[in-house]
Each structure stands twice: as structure tokens, then as C-alpha cells.
């Protein structure tokens, strides 16, 4: 269902469940694990998620919502449940991750990207949340996380009429923070997570976590700004990079 590569500071989840990276509970458990692998892990500071196939993911498995269609309701929310629950924990990482979509991604496909700090899409690609054409509700995230990544307005216009937009417009409305033609996708992808890794860690990470308090109501973001920037300045890299960029200013 997965594979797991760690290069250069780089972790890659990419997605081969064919045909169309379907999800279902086996699924959610594998993703856990390779979460917890990471975890134990040191040696990498950008998380990036793609797909092996041509879709990135169609979404939830038919095959088990047709198993679970009959049984007292309380049961069906299960898997939707464990889906939340897995997108949080992608969301709630302290590296940056981001999402590849090189291809379609529908309901919990899409939420699983929506779930990452950052997306890179396909100009060509199709991205949607159908739900409410069955009669349901993105259930995984998708009405909390894109109204908050994109506004009211165009979440409505997504969620509510389960349109579906191109890359290209994603990239309009703030969906994906890069549109690129299927041809350069994989170089612009490349380039992206490849400067991502080469920022320092450390600092990645506080201004990471200083963003999120920015929605944050109960915080304070001003004060937790200023204790990470402290943080910063006595960490030795910056100690470091400020040191040698004031010593080539002063030549």
C-alpha cells in the first residue's frame, strides 16, 4: 500500500494501493506505522506525500463503505473517525510536510492533502470533495480545513455543490501553494522539497509551530513568536548563519 524512502533529509510516503490508492482501516494502520517508524527516527526533517499511480488517492474504499452500509450507524462513523484521527496526526507534525498531487484527488484523498502544511498540484489535475452528491459531508477534516485554507465562499462553492477544480484553480483560490504543468511536475516537486530540506531544521520547525497560533484564539502567538525566536538565537546554527552573513555584510 505504501513505500517508504528517507534521502537526504527527505522522508517520501508515496501511495501504491492499486487501482486508485483507495483508503480503508488496513490502510490507516499501515500510514500509522510508517508515522510511528518516523517517529524513532532522526534523520529526516521534510515529510512529503505522492502517488505512485495515476490518481494521488480517490478516497475512501467502496468496497468497505458497502460492508459497513448496513450496520447500526454508530459503526459506519468508525472508519471516517480513524481517518480524522490519522489527518490530525499527519497536520499535527512538527516537520513541514507536503502534498504531491500529480494526479486526481477526490474526498479523502483530497483531505489527506489537505491535512499537509503545504501542496503542490498538477495545472491539469482535478481536485473535489463529492460527498454531499451521496447525500453525506467530507467527513475526514474537509469541512474544517479547506474553509480555513481558502474562505467561506469558495469552501461553500466546493463542499456544498461537490465541484470539482483544476490545479490551476486551486492555485487560484490558495488551495495548493503551486500549479504546474504535468511535464515540469515532478521537477518542481523536486526543487520544492529540496529547499525545504536545506532551511534549518530548528528554525523550520519553531516557525512552523508560531504559524499554527495564528489561528489559535486561546494564545497568545505574539508571545510564543518571541520565546521561538529566542529559542533560535541560541541555537548554535543560528549562531552560525547570523555570524557568517554579519562577516559578509561587513566586507
Request: charged share 20%; glycine share 10%.
Amino acid at each position: 500500500m505504501f513505500e517508504l524512502q528517507l534521502d537526504r533529509s527527505v522522508a517520501t510516503i508515496t501511495l501504491v494501493r492499486a487501482p486508485v490508492n483507495a483508503m480503508n482501516d488496513a490502510w490507516v494502520e499501515g500510514f500509522h506505522g510508517l508515522l510511528d517508524e518516523l517517529d524513532n527516527r532522526e534523520d529526516w526533517s521534510v515529510l512529503r506525500i505522492r502517488s505512485g499511480l495515476k490518481l494521488f488517492s480517490a478516497g475512501a474504499d467502496l468496497k468497505q463503505i458497502k460492508s459497513n452500509f448496513h450496520k447500526p450507524i454508530e459503526e459506519q462513523l468508525g472508519p471516517g473517525e480513524r481517518y480524522q484521527a490519522l489527518f490530525s496526526r499527519i497536520e499535527a507534525l512538527s516537520r513541514p510536510t507536503l502534498a504531491e498531487i500529480k494526479g486526481n484527488a477526490f474526498g479523502g484523498g483530497l483531505e489527506l492533502a489537505l491535512s499537509c502544511d503545504m501542496r503542490v498540484a498538477a495545472t491539469e489535475t482535478k481536485l473535489g470533495l463529492p460527498e454531499v452528491t451521496l447525500g453525506l459531508i467530507p467527513g475526514a477534516g474537509g469541512t474544517q480545513r479547506l474553509p480555513r485554507l481558502v474562505g467561506t465562499a469558495p469552501a461553500m462553492r466546493m463542499i456544498l455543490g461537490g465541484e470539482t477544480v483544476t490545479g490551476s484553480e486551486a492555485f487560484a483560490m490558495g488551495l495548493v501553494q503551486w500549479a504546474v504543468p504535468v511535464e515540469e511536475f515532478d521537477s518542481v516537486a523536486e526543487e520544492i522539497v529540496r529547499r525545504l530540506a536545506a532551511m534549518p531544521p530548528h528554525a523550520v520547525q519553531a516557525a512552523k509551530a508560531a504559524i499554527r497560533l495564528a489561528f489559535d484564539n486561546g494564545l497568545n502567538g505574539y508571545v510564543a513568536e518571541t520565546a521561538a525566536v529566542k529559542d533560535c538565537l541560541a541555537h548554535a546554527r543560528t549562531q552560525e548563519l547570523v555570524g557568517a552573513f554579519l562577516a559578509r555584510s561587513a566586507k
